[in-house]
């Protein structure tokens, strides 16, 4: 998938990879994608409240080997 802007969130706990995904996207113009890889199982759950409550899409997430891979699109 294509992205504008990517966060490497490996090794943060929760709340740091919302936080640090919030300043990104707040930087970003809308419709520009952001690719997320965090390593916190808890931000799976984290990333689809964080996108329902702001209003930006989560286009994809998907874990591989330990590793949480997501794609929020900017409202």
């Known amino acids: ?3 504008d802007r990517e966060l490497d969130a490996r090794g943060l706990n929760c709340p ?3 936080l ?5 996207l707040g930087e970003m113009t809308s419709g ?5 890889i965090a390593t ?4 799976v ?3 689809a409240a964080f996108a ?4 930006n899409e ?3 997430s998907a874990e591989n080997n330990k590793e949480f891979e997501f794609y929020i699109k900017r409202k």
């Open 1 to 3: 998938m294509n992205f």
């Open 16 to 18: 740091l990879p919302i």
């Open 20 to 24: 640090r995904a919030k300043k990104a």
């Open 32 to 36: 520009q994608v952001l690719r997320i």
């Open 40 to 43: 916190d199982p808890g931000s």
């Open 45 to 47: 759950k984290d990333f």
């Open 52 to 55: 329902k409550q702001t209003g």
């Open 58 to 60: 989560l286009l994809s």
